[in-house]
């Protein structure tokens, strides 16, 4: 019976995949899954393969070997935006956001990879969610602030109303208080019954907010636990929490 609860509750699994840029092997021989209703973080050290596994998981990126399953089904040979009509949405590093295009713009261009997509009514609902944005739907992302600017990037990938949604490092950069609304948002958006696969160098906060979590070391996976049981195990606490 505990089986069968498991495997009805698994959402993405990435079994035994690896990467290469060339000769360069960024991960080997991985394996990470997200339950449904998880925050899943991924934590380590810089160049340990982290975005990798995220970009292979929205086919941003070829896998050598291995397999990954949404909903029980292969997506490895799917294009990000068979991606995004699966129900899977990225937040990249760096936001990528049209720094000419306005707020509502950016926010247009996510709705539009989505099928069926009622872009309108989606939009007001994404400037309810970050209020900060709503007096700036006119102007240009490029002008807003880095907070700002990832909170339209998080608008951007939740208009396509994801049932799971990857996001990669969306605190770096951020002022404080940014960081704060960041992880705030992320919490809310997992209690409406969103997953979340969550890459971050704010190992505390990402643990913080977890379910579980995955710590890499280069090109692979050495530790995996409750984000509770991570933030006291103690050589998480040496290597990534400051003592
Ligand atoms: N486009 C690329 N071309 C070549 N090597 C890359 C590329 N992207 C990442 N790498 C290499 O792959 C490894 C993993 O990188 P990455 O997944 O970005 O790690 P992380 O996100 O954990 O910092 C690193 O050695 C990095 O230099
Ligand atoms: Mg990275």
């Known amino acids: 019976m505990h089986i069968w609860g498991r495997e009805k509750d698994m959402l993405l699994e990435a079994k035994n995949i690896s990467v290469s840029y060339g000769a360069v092997k960024a991960i080997e021989d991985v394996t990470f899954k997200v339950n449904d209703g998880e925050i899943v973080a991924m934590i380590g050290p810089n160049g340990a393969g982290k975005s990798t596994a995220l970009k292979a998981v929205f086919g941003m990126v070829d896998i050598q070997s291995g397999d990954i399953l949404f909903n029980r089904e292969s997506i490895k040979d799917l294009r990000p ?19 000419s295009m306005t707020v509502i713009e950016n926010l247009e261009m996510g709705a539009f990879l989505r099928e069926g997509n009622n872009g309108k009514a989606d939009i007001e609902n994404i400037l309810e969610l970050f209020p900060a944005l709503k ?89 995996e636990d409750t984000g509770k049981n991570l933030l006291e195990s103690e050589e998480v606490k040496k290597a990534f929490l400051g003592g």
């Open 81 to 99: 935006d068979e991606h995004v009509s699966k129900g899977i949405s990225l937040v990249p590093e760096g936001r990528r956001l049209f720094p």
């Open 135 to 223: 007096d700036k739907r006119r102007q240009k992302a490029g002008v807003l602030s880095t907070g700002e600017q990832q909170m339209l990037a998080l608008g951007r990938a939740l208009i396509q109303k994801p049932k799971l949604l990857l996001a990669d490092e969306p605190s770096l950069g951020l002022s404080p208080s940014y960081v704060d609304t960041i992880f705030e948002k992320l919490i809310a958006i997992n209690k409406s019954g969103t997953s979340v696969l969550l890459v971050e160098q704010n190992a505390r906060m990402a643990l913080e907010i977890a379910h579980r979590g995955y710590v890499f070391k280069i090109g692979q996976i050495f530790l």
